[in-house]
């Protein structure tokens, strides 16, 4: 599919970039993925306004292609996490959250060595602004900024 010239996006009512390392993410992860010719037909889906939603690796790629702002970093420590986690739900109204609510709590297993996010702290204001937050980390396992 990364390479499909026979794929449509527009037959799609939403995208999800699943997880697993893409490419071997020898550069930075998702790096060589956001360069694939698929996702320039994602970024056009992504600005009519359509849910693209990236998972793990997928969010990496996510921030590679510049449709997310910031980016992610070696975790804090420098070590590999795998562990399960309690996420907590900060914006339940978008697409994929819709039957939960503000400040409940959902468990996930997390698996990644570059899960660090980082954005400087205007697009951080922004993000906040245009509550683009859907969850957060109830305890920071990486060092990312907001959780």
Request: aromatic share 10%; hydrophobic share 40%; glycine share 6%.
């Given at each position: 599919l990364w390479y499909?010239?026979?794929?449509?996006?527009?037959?799609?009512d939403l995208?999800?970039?699943?997880?697993?390392?893409?490419h071997g993410d020898y550069l930075r992860c998702g790096a060589?993925?956001?360069?694939?010719?698929?996702?320039?037909?994602?970024?056009?889906?992504a600005a009519k306004g359509k849910p693209v939603l990236g998972i793990c690796n997928g969010f990496q790629i996510l921030c590679e292609a510049k449709l997310l702002p910031g980016i992610?970093?070696?975790?804090?420590?420098?070590?590999?996490?795998?562990?399960?986690?309690?996420l907590e739900f900060q914006n339940p109204d978008l697409f994929f959250s819709k039957s939960f609510s503000k400040g409940s709590s959902i468990r996930l297993p997390i698996a990644h060595g570059e899960g660090q996010y980082y954005a400087p702290s205007e697009q951080l204001k922004k993000i906040q602004d245009n509550n683009q937050i859907w969850l957060t980390y109830k305890i920071n396992p990486n060092g990312s900024v907001l959780n």
């Open positions: 499909s010239d026979r794929f449509n996006i527009n037959d799609y995208v999800i970039i699943p997880g697993g390392f893409s060589l993925a956001a360069k694939t010719p698929v996702m320039k037909s994602v970024s056009e889906f992610l970093l070696q975790n804090k420590g420098l070590k590999f996490i795998d562990e399960i986690t309690d």
